[in-house]
């Protein structure tokens, strides 16, 4: 089944614990993008990656870290979580060209206490 | 960069009401626009989008028209059941960057009463 998915699905953690959300696709999608949803401010993008080894940030990177060492794989970490990151997490991945439909994870609801 | 401002935010009808969303983008160069539906505790999925050589598109009970002139699109519901209730995201890309960068609304609570 293709399908993206992302672990843990919920999280609780303390400020300043480091931490790593994983997220993996078998659709062999080059563009992978984490986004944070918080109520009223809709999908915003954290970091993107049109492939491996190449990643970008999006339009609220502060506070994150992200990775492509492999196409499948793109986690999202927090070197030093705050609570101000206490939101819902999506991963999504697509084909690069644009038109083309972006896939969603299950969504990761992390508050940082 | 690309703006999207989306409204209502919420959206109340009753059932069998048809049920518009508006979004406008800044780019005059962003050539594709999608509509997200995402239903509660679910992730956002594609329900329609429309490219910016046409006017109109429709799938059985929803349509989304585009204006490149007015840089405005629209989601439009007809006969709304109560399981059209959820969350709508407009989004168009980062102009034309060649790549899938996209921009997104902040979201209509779409709610529809029996």
């Known amino acids: 089944e293709a399908q993206v998915t992302q672990n843990p699905r919920y999280l609780i953690t303390v400020t300043g614990k480091k931490l790593t959300v994983t997220c993996s696709q078998n659709m062999n999608h080059e563009y992978m993008s984490w986004y944070r949803q918080d109520p009223g401010l809709g999908l915003r993008q954290i970091y993107y990656s049109m492939n491996v080894e190449v990643t970008d940030k999006g339009d609220v990177p502060e506070g994150y870290k992200v990775s492509r060492k492999e196409k499948r794989n793109f986690p999202l970490i927090l070197e030093s979580p705050s609570p101000n990151q206490t939101s819902l997490y999506f991963c999504a991945s697509s084909f690069p060209i644009p038109g083309n439909e972006q896939f969603f994870g299950p969504g990761t609801r992390l508050t940082v206490l | 960069g690309e703006n999207v401002e989306q409204h209502p935010s919420t959206l109340s009808v009753q059932e069998g009401d048809s049920a518009v969303i508006k979004c406008t983008y800044s780019?005059?160069?962003?050539?594709?626009f999608p509509w997200y539906k995402q239903e509660l505790g679910k992730r956002p999925q594609l329900i329609i989008d429309i490219r910016s050589n046409v006017g109109e598109k429709k799938d059985q009970r929803i349509a989304v028209t585009l204006n490149k002139t007015a840089k405005h699109f629209s989601l439009h519901i007809t006969e709304t059941q109560p399981e059209d209730s959820a969350v709508y995201f407009c989004?168009?890309?980062?102009?034309?960057?060649?790549?899938?960068?996209?921009?997104f609304g902040t979201g209509t609570r779409l709610l529809v009463s029996p």
């Open positions: 780019d005059s160069a962003s050539n594709y």
């Open positions: 989004a168009a890309p980062e102009g034309n960057t060649g790549f899938q960068k996209l921009v």
